[in-house]
Structures are given as C-alpha cells and as structure tokens.
C-alpha cells in the first residue's frame, strides 16, 4: 500500500506543480498586458502634452494664426 500511496501522492503533486505553472504564466500574462496599457497611456499623454506646448508657444509668439502666400 505504501508504493501505491506514493505514486498517488506524486501524482498530486505533479498536478499541483502544473496548476502552479499555469497560475503563474496567467500573471505574467495579465502583467505584460497592463504594462503594455500604461504605455499606451504614457504615450498619448507625451503625445497630448506636445500639442499642447505647441498650442501654447503659438498663442503666446502669435505665429501659426494665419498663412501668407504669394503667387
């Protein structure tokens, strides 16, 4: 009985260690998928901010409002 108890026991704990694995690999999964997130959101606020630099210097020089052309 104690080979049999044994190999239940190993194959419990083989389980487990694969539950283990996946738990972990869904994490990793989960925080890649945020870091990529904040990213996004580091990006369209780098983005945001320049235009709004841009609006500002054009509002404060007074250059931009309008277009001369000559033919």
Known sequence: MDLVNSAIQFKQATVM??????????????????????????????INANNAANQMVAAATGTGGSLDTYA
């Open 17 to 46: 260690s694969q539950v283990q694995y996946a738990v972990a690999a869904k994490m990793l999964s989960s925080q890649k998928q945020q870091g990529n997130a904040v990213l996004k959101m580091l990006n369209a606020a780098d």
